[in-house]
């Protein structure tokens, strides 16, 4: 049985976060949520979590696979139209089976880049 890490910055003290910078800015995006799918709860695999955008017409990029190319603010800005879910979820959420309309985008106004 492997040891369960938590990958939140919040319970790493933000210290020492073995990850490529790719991977830490995601888990400045996403602790403001709890580095968790807003609709199962599934917090096991940071790599199983994903950036969807509740209106696709907002959609300006692909947050994943652009995550390095954008101005901080630019980025920031884009992130604040979505929910993180897991990869189960928003398969379920791409194929109309779950609503995610009344569930909040992420609030990421006060972070500052690294």
Excluded at 22 to 44: A, D, E, F, S, T
């Amino acid at each position: 049985m492997r040891n369960k890490k938590s990958h939140c910055i919040s319970q790493n003290n933000g210290m020492n976060l073995p990850y490529s910078n790719r991977r830490l800015i995601k888990l400045i995006l996403i602790n403001p949520i709890g580095c968790k799918c807003q609709i199962c709860g599934y917090n096991r695999c940071i790599g199983n979590l994903s950036f969807h955008h509740k209106d696709p017409l907002s959609k300006k990029f692909n947050i994943s696979t652009e995550i390095l190319l954008h101005p901080w603010e630019i980025l920031l800005r884009e992130v604040s139209k979505c929910i993180v879910v897991c990869h189960n979820c928003h398969g379920e959420i791409n194929d109309g089976l779950l609503d995610v309309s009344r569930i909040p985008t992420i609030k990421l106004t006060s972070i500052k880049r690294f």
